[in-house]
């Protein structure tokens, strides 16, 4: 049976990016994302619903992510849905997080919204670490045959938009 695990992501950072490394050298990070749905109630109210994205990301997407966004930057991430598990207090317990292959910065380094500058503007950075990370659960990702993924077109400006 054929399956499909993809997540895209837009949303704002909830909290300072604290970048880790592990014994070998890799950075990791793991950070907070808030994503807003905007819908109609039966009553045709307009209501937001916030919803709060665990990410976890690696290499230099890490390092990268750590020293240009902040608490409030705005930020799309591409990955997958990984479910951890694990026992606490004879307790098992579970938690279904993303972990970004790709990220990318939205906005411009000058304009605002993120306390290091990852909002506003209308340019936007995209990052790759080019890893498989199989299903590692917090360790340093295995490396597959080095090819990475293909990229993904320029976002469309203005001009491309037909309305």
């Known amino acids: 049976m054929a ?9 704002n950072i909830t909290r300072d990016i604290e970048v880790k490394y592990l014994q070998s050298g890799m950075a990791v990070t793991e950070l907070g994302l808030a994503v807003n ?3 109609k109630n039966q009553q045709g109210e307009w209501i937001e619903e916030t919803t709060f994205v665990d990410v976890t990301l690696w290499g230099r997407t890490a390092e990268i992510a750590g020293e240009y966004l902040g608490k409030g930057s705005p930020v799309l ?11 606490t207090d004879g307790q098992k317990r579970s938690k279904l997080r993303v972990v970004g292959e790709r990220m990318q910065m939205i906005g411009s380094k000058g304009g605002g919204g993120g306390q290091r500058g990852g909002g506003g503007g209308g340019s936007s950075q995209q990052y790759d670490d080019g ?5 590692m659960p917090a360790g340093p990702p295995a490396r597959s045959s080095g090819r990475s993924a293909p990229a993904a077109p320029p976002p ?3 001009d491309d938009i037909p309305f």
């Open 3 to 11: 399956s499909f695990n993809r997540v895209i992501l837009l949303g």
């Open 37 to 39: 749905d905007r819908r």
């Open 77 to 87: 991430i591409e990955g997958r849905l990984k479910l951890d598990t694990w026992e």
């Open 131 to 135: 890893g498989d990370y199989g299903d």
């Open 156 to 158: 469309p400006t203005a």
